[in-house]
C-alpha cells in the first residue's frame, strides 16, 4: 500500500488562521462537554467560548481553545469522542460538510474537499487520503496528551463514518478502523459505534478504511454545479475569515504603548488594563508566560526597529526603559549573542 500523503500538492502558505479552528467546531464541543461539566464556568474561562463569538462563520477560534475542551471532554474517558460524532449531523460544521458529501462518489468528494480542511481545523492537524481499491482516511491531531488525543481521533474517525453514510444513503460498515493509542479495558463503545470488522489498536496512525464498493459508490447528493458554488464559497471564507483577539493581545497592546510612552513598568501597564499588578501576573502565569518575559520579547522586537531606523544605542536605551546603554548591551547579547549594532541586522 502507498504511503499516506495529501493529494493536493504543495502546502499552501502559512495564514494568521493556521493556528484556529472553525466557531462551528467549537460550539459543537463546547455544547457536548456542557451536557457533561458540572463547572459552567470552567467552559466560561476558555477564549472563544461564547455565543456571541460564535455565532459568525468569518471568526476564527485560538486552536488553543479547542484543544482545552477537548481536555475536559476527555475527564469522561473512552467514548466521549463518539458522543460529538453523535451531535453532529449534515450541516453542523457548514460548508465543510457539504463539501465532503458533494460529488460524483466519497473518494472523489473528500479528495476535492482535502486543500479546504482549513476551513474546520488548523492547518497543522493532519488529513490524509490514501486510495488503494478502498478509500482510508486518516488524522493526526497536535494535541500531546495521549488520552485526549484518544478522544479526538475517535470523533474524527466517527465523523468521517457519519458522513459516508449520510453521503452515499448506505449502511457503511468501514473495512478496518486504526488507532494509536492503546487499546481499552472497555471497547463494547467503539465496537458498535464503528461496526467494524477489524478494529486495530496500537496502530501507526489513526485512520478509518471504506471497502471499494463504499467508496466509489455514486453519491445522493452528486451536483457539480452545487461542489463548484461550495469551492467557491469556501475559498472566500479562508480568504475573509480572521482571529478573534487571544486573551494576551490586549495586555500585548498595553505594553507596547507603555513602552511608546516610555514607561514599560507593570504597575504602569496594570492601569491601563484596569487592573492591580497581583492579577495581570496571575493571568499572564495562566497563559504560561510571565510579566518578564514579555517585557524582554517587546523589548527585543523594538529594539531591533529603532537600531534599524538609525537610532543611537543611547536613545533605544532610554526609549525603552533600560537604566543605561550598557543594560541594553547586555539584553542584547542574551537575545542574540551579538552587541546591539549586530542586533539591527538580525
Do not use: C
Amino acid at each position: 500500500m502507498s504511503a499516506p500523503a495529501p493529494l493536493a500538492g504543495a502546502p499552501p502558505p502559512a495564514r494568521p488562521i493556521d493556528d484556529t479552528a472553525s466557531t462551528q467546531l467549537v460550539r459543537l464541543v463546547r455544547d457536548v462537554v456542557s451536557l457533561s461539566q458540572p463547572d459552567p464556568v470552567a467552559i466560561a474561562r476558555i477564549p472563544g467560548t461564547d455565543d456571541a463569538v460564535l455565532g459568525g462563520e468569518l471568526h476564527r477560534i485560538p486552536l488553543t481553545s479547542l484543544v482545552r475542551l477537548w481536555e475536559l471532554l476527555a475527564r469522561n474517558g473512552r467514548g466521549a469522542g463518539l458522543a460529538v460524532a453523535a451531535a453532529a449531523p449534515l450541516g453542523t460544521l457548514a460548508t465543510w460538510d457539504y463539501l465532503v458529501t458533494t460529488g460524483p462518489t466519497l473518494a472523489a468528494a473528500l479528495r476535492a474537499a482535502q486543500p479546504y480542511h482549513r476551513l474546520v481545523t488548523a492547518a497543522a492537524e493532519g488529513f490524509a487520503l490514501r486510495e488503494d481499491g478502498g478509500l482510508t482516511v486518516e488524522f493526526r491531531t497536535t494535541a500531546g496528551d495521549p488520552a485526549v488525543a484518544a478522544v479526538i481521533n475517535e470523533y474524527v474517525l466517527a465523523y468521517y463514518l457519519r458522513r459516508a453514510r449520510e453521503a452515499t444513503g448506505r449502511a457503511v460498515t468501514p473495512a478496518q478502523v486504526s488507532f494509536a493509542g492503546p487499546a481499552p479495558r472497555e471497547q463494547s463503545a467503539l465496537v458498535d459505534a464503528f461496526g467494524a470488522r477489524r478494529i486495530e489498536f496500537g496502530a501507526r496512525a489513526d485512520s478509518i478504511t471504506f471497502a471499494p464498493d463504499d467508496a466509489h459508490a455514486p453519491l445522493t447528493r452528486a451536483d457539480p454545479a452545487l461542489a463548484h458554488l461550495l469551492r467557491d464559497h469556501a475559498d472566500l471564507v479562508l480568504a475573509t475569515a480572521r482571529p478573534i483577539p487571544g486573551p494576551l493581545d490586549a495586555f500585548r497592546a498595553a505594553l507596547d504603548a507603555a513602552l511608546d510612552d516610555g514607561e514599560p513598568a507593570l504597575p504602569a501597564v496594570a492601569r491601563r488594563l484596569a487592573t492591580s499588578p497581583r492579577t495581570l501576573q496571575r493571568r499572564l502565569a495562566a497563559h504560561g508566560t510571565t510579566w518578564r518575559q514579555e517585557l524582554d520579547l517587546a523589548r527585543h522586537e523594538r529594539a531591533r526597529a529603532l537600531l534599524a531606523g538609525g537610532r543611537t544605542t543611547a536613545a533605544v536605551a532610554e526609549r525603552l526603559g533600560f537604566t543605561d546603554d550598557r543594560a541594553l548591551r547586555k539584553a542584547s547579547r542574551r537575545w542574540r549573542g551579538v552587541s546591539p549594532t549586530g542586533l539591527q541586522h538580525r
